[in-house]
């Protein structure tokens, strides 16, 4: 093990847990985090695919896990997801788990954005609670939560979504000040579009994914620590750059909206 993986393992570790780890960016998470060191516990609806995963992370780097089929939606869970992991020492939450409807805001039932809420904000702000109170308490830890580069801005057919990865962009950025004199690394990722598994099957009438997953962790990870968020991928920095700094909010709001209606409208 290298010194820098050492120093990751000994802030971080022993044990993770990556809420949504099934596939695509969940996937890559587990697949970094064990890549250095850390055991991991994977949260996912489909204990299938959460048990063949476990497999492969303990044959290719040797670590344990323990998977956990549960659904983020249900109120109930992150408890039952605190209790079921209380016997191992965690020293990182990953909250990757996101549910987005796509459509018209009017033309969805009312439970389905509720839903959305329960998995993208409910969940991610309970376990952050609970974790964040058990890392302060050890003096270390790390919180990634997953945000989008939808967050800084309203966009049509993608409204409830943004407004749920603003929730994840600004509570990550107000713990890692809160947090960062406890010991505690909090970081929110604001991917653009990737090319992970969903995003494909939402089938985008143009694919706009200038990154993988691989790539999104990769660059994620090194910034735990040293920022309250990040945006993945050059090209989505300089976009990032240009809509926040010299388009007036209006504009960005219709230019998003188009490019959303652009690739969803039917
Ligand atoms: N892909 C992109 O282009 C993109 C862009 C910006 C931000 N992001 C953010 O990055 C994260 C991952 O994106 P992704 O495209 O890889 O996501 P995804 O494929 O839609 O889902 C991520 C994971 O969450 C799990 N999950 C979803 N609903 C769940 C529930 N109710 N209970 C438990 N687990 C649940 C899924 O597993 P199961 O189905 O097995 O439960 C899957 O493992 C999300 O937070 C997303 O908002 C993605």
């Given at each position: 093990?290298s010194?820098?993986?050492?120093?990751?393992?000994q802030r971080?570790g022993p044990?993770?847990?990556?809420?949504?780890?099934?596939?695509?960016?969940?996937?890559?998470?587990?697949?970094?985090?064990?890549?250095?060191?850390?055991?991991?516990?994977?949260?996912?609806?489909?204990?299938?695919?959460?048990?063949?995963l476990?497999a492969?992370?303990a044959?290719q780097?040797?670590?344990?896990?323990?998977?956990?089929?549960?659904?983020?939606?249900?109120?109930?869970?992150?408890?039952?997801a605190?209790a079921?992991?209380?016997?191992?020492?965690?020293?990182?939450l990953v909250?990757?788990?996101?549910?987005?409807?796509i459509?018209p805001?009017?033309?969805?039932p009312?439970?389905?954005?509720?839903?959305?809420?329960?998995?993208?904000?409910r969940?991610p702000?309970t376990?952050?609670?609970?974790?964040?109170?058990?890392f302060?308490q050890?003096?270390?830890?790390?919180i990634?939560?997953?945000?989008?580069?939808s967050?800084?801005?309203g966009?049509?057919?993608?409204?409830?979504?943004?407004?749920t990865?603003?929730?994840n962009?600004?509570?990550?950025?107000g713990l890692?000040d809160?947090l960062?004199?406890?010991g505690v690394?909090v970081?929110?990722?604001?991917?653009?579009?990737v090319?992970?598994?969903?995003?494909?099957?939402?089938?985008?009438?143009?694919?706009?994914?200038t990154?993988?997953?691989d790539?999104?962790?990769g660059?994620?990870?090194?910034?735990?620590?040293?920022?309250p968020?990040f945006?993945?991928?050059?090209?989505?920095?300089?976009?990032?750059?240009?809509?926040?700094?010299l388009?007036?909010?209006r504009m960005?709001?219709?230019?998003?909206g188009?490019?959303?209606?652009?690739?969803y409208?039917?």
């Amino acid at each position: 093990m290298s010194r820098e993986q050492e120093r990751f393992r000994q802030r971080y570790g022993p044990w993770a847990v990556v809420a949504g780890a099934s596939e695509g960016l969940g996937a890559a998470w587990a697949e970094h985090l064990a890549a250095r060191g850390l055991n991991i516990a994977l949260i996912a609806r489909r204990q299938a695919m959460l048990d063949e995963l476990a497999a492969r992370l303990a044959q290719q780097h040797g670590v344990e896990t323990r998977s956990l089929a549960l659904d983020l939606s249900d109120p109930s869970t992150p408890d039952a997801a605190l209790a079921a992991t209380a016997d191992l020492d965690i020293g990182m939450l990953v909250y990757n788990a996101a549910r987005s409807v796509i459509g018209p805001f009017l033309e969805r039932p009312l439970d389905d954005h509720l839903t959305e809420i329960a998995v993208n904000v409910r969940a991610p702000l309970t376990l952050s609670y609970a974790f964040g109170q058990r890392f302060v308490q050890r003096g270390r830890g790390g919180i990634i939560l997953l945000s989008s580069l939808s967050a800084t801005m309203g966009s049509a057919y993608i409204a409830d979504y943004a407004a749920t990865k603003a929730y994840n962009l600004v509570l990550a950025e107000g713990l890692w000040d809160e947090l960062r004199g406890k010991g505690v690394d909090v970081l929110a990722c604001c991917p653009g579009a990737v090319s992970a598994p969903n995003y494909v099957a939402s089938a985008p009438k143009r694919s706009q994914a200038t990154t993988t997953p691989d790539l999104v962790v990769g660059q994620t990870l090194q910034q735990l620590g040293h920022r309250p968020s990040f945006i993945p991928g050059r090209s989505n920095q300089v976009a990032a750059f240009f809509l926040r700094r010299l388009v007036p909010r209006r504009m960005i709001v219709r230019i998003m909206g188009n490019v959303t209606r652009g690739m969803y409208a039917k």
